[in-house]
Each structure stands twice: as C-alpha cells, then as structure tokens.
C-alpha cells in the first residue's frame, strides 16, 4: 500500500530493491542513478537514510487493522450500526474497534484513510515524531 506522499515523488518500492540489489553487488551511485533514471539526490538519500545498509522488509501484524477493515468501519458507522455489531461482522474484539473510533475522532468524524495515515505514522518511534520530517503526522 503507497501513502500520499507531498513534494516530489521518490523511488518506488520495485526501484529501491533494484538500488539496494545494485548497491550491495557494487555498484557506483552513478551508475545507479543511469538504470534507475532518477538524479543522484534520490538515490543518495535513500542510502543515506539507511547508512548504506539494506533495510529490512516491514510487514504488518496480523493485529492491526486493515485499510479494508477501517473502510467497513467507516462506511457502518456512517450507516448508524452500533460498535458491537461492527465488531461482529468484521470478527474483531470490541475494545479493538471501540479504541480505534475513540482514537480517530468518534462516531461522527472517523474517516478510514486519514485513521490508516495515522496508524502508519505511529508505527514510527517515538523520538522520530520530534522530528521535522514527522510533525505532518503529529496532527
């Protein structure tokens, strides 16, 4: 899944496996930046943000709620449903659903893609939210 993301577009998810692939087997940053057709900047923030060290591929709990599952949330709430018969339909426990519509604006503002973009942002560390790359998702 790809976050909105503001300014100028970075590297995709299949161009950074091809820039790490590359880096790892040698590669110049030049050389790097003619396959991948980006400017150097790109690349060498990648690298950088990582110490040249290939990043580990994240994945989520099977814990966490879904995109999809936020979507049914949102869209039932909007229908009038209670929480207890959100939290049977999408079989979740109902502390789960009631602390993510308290935790995103209650019944009346919850909205599944910006409780999704909060919910990716708090998945940071803590000290990265002091940040001034992370005050957008401090809101």
Request: hydrophobic share 35%; net charge positive; with cysteine.
């Amino acid at each position: 899944m790809h976050m909105l993301k503001e300014g100028r577009p970075g590297l995709t998810d299949e161009q950074k496996a091809d820039m790490w692939r590359r880096w790892k087997a040698g590669y110049s940053i030049r050389e790097i930046c003619h396959v991948l057709k980006r400017t150097a900047g790109a690349v060498r923030m990648q690298l950088g943000q990582h110490g040249g060290i290939t990043p580990h591929v994240r994945r989520r709990s099977a814990l966490v709620l879904t995109l999809t599952e936020r979507e049914e949330i949102s869209r039932a709430l909007c229908c009038g449903r209670s929480l207890r018969s959100i939290t049977r339909s999408l079989g979740r426990a109902p502390s789960t659903i009631s602390r993510e519509v308290a935790r995103h604006s209650g019944r009346m503002g919850y909205r599944a893609n910006h409780a999704e973009y909060e919910a990716s942002c708090r998945r940071f560390d803590l000290s990265a939210a002091a940040s001034p790359s992370m005050t957008s998702c401090a809101r």
